[in-house]
């Protein structure tokens, strides 16, 4: 069995540091005495699920942009695309492998593509693409890769409340573009807008029951 110097104490299974103070432990390991715990979700399904809406969404960049004005100093909403279908991959994976981390981190991501897009804009120019299509897309796409998340793992009413929250402040960004005027096309911040929306909607009619403790957390 490992034991910690530190803490004096012994711990069974095959932990590599200590689970009190993290520090190497010495000695052999142990059978873990805790049984493994399956996944209760397919992972392949979660696969599945994402390249389809991956495969959607390029396939509606591609027609939004016979639609969508390009000008030169532009990106465009093709373009702009690519980086909402690498951020649906990415919060699908970070729920997956960190369930409790997954809204913090895509709030991050949002944060760190749309600051780079916007130092990016500011750079050559402040053509505003960013606010046009970098922000709303990726904040779509996550919305898209929340609600895949959510419907396909098995989460609690509490994450439930969490990714509900999520989904409303991704769509609040670009309500305040559209009030604002800061985008000059304004159809990607309305189509962020209608995906959170029905986002919000769908989510809370898949999960009653955290439709009423949202109910009753607002009522408190």
Not at 75 to 94: E, F, N, P, Q
Not at 117 to 133: E, F, V
Not at 189 to 206: I, K
Request: proline fraction near 5%; charge should be positive.
């Amino acid at each position: 069995m490992r034991r910690c110097q530190a803490c004096r104490v012994d711990v069974e299974g095959d932990w590599q540091t200590c689970p009190l103070c993290h520090l190497p432990l010495q000695g052999e390991a142990t059978p873990d005495p805790l049984p493994r715990v399956p996944l209760v979700f397919s992972r392949a399904r979660v696969l599945r699920v994402l390249f389809g809406c991956s495969l959607a969404v390029i396939l509606g960049s591609f027609a939004s942009q016979l639609l969508l004005h390009r000008g030169p100093a532009g990106i465009g909403a093709l373009r702009s695309v690519w980086l909402g279908v690498v951020a649906m991959w990415w919060v699908v994976l970070m729920a997956v492998r960190k369930r409790r981390n997954a809204a913090k981190g895509t709030v991050y991501l949002v944060l760190v593509i749309g600051g780079v897009s916007a130092y990016w804009d500011y750079l050559t120019g402040w053509h505003r693409w960013s606010l046009s299509y970098v922000v709303p897309i990726v904040s779509a796409c996550s919305i898209v890769a929340v609600l895949i998340a959510v419907r396909v793992m098995r989460m609690e009413v509490g994450d439930h409340i969490v990714y509900s929250g999520l989904i409303a402040v991704l769509g609040l960004v670009p309500i305040l573009f559209l009030v604002f005027g800061w985008a000059p096309n304004p159809i990607a911040s309305w189509v962020c807008v209608a995906v959170s929306g029905a986002g919000l909607v769908r989510l809370l009619g898949w999960f009653p029951d955290a439709r009423r403790e949202l109910a009753k957390r607002l009522r408190a």
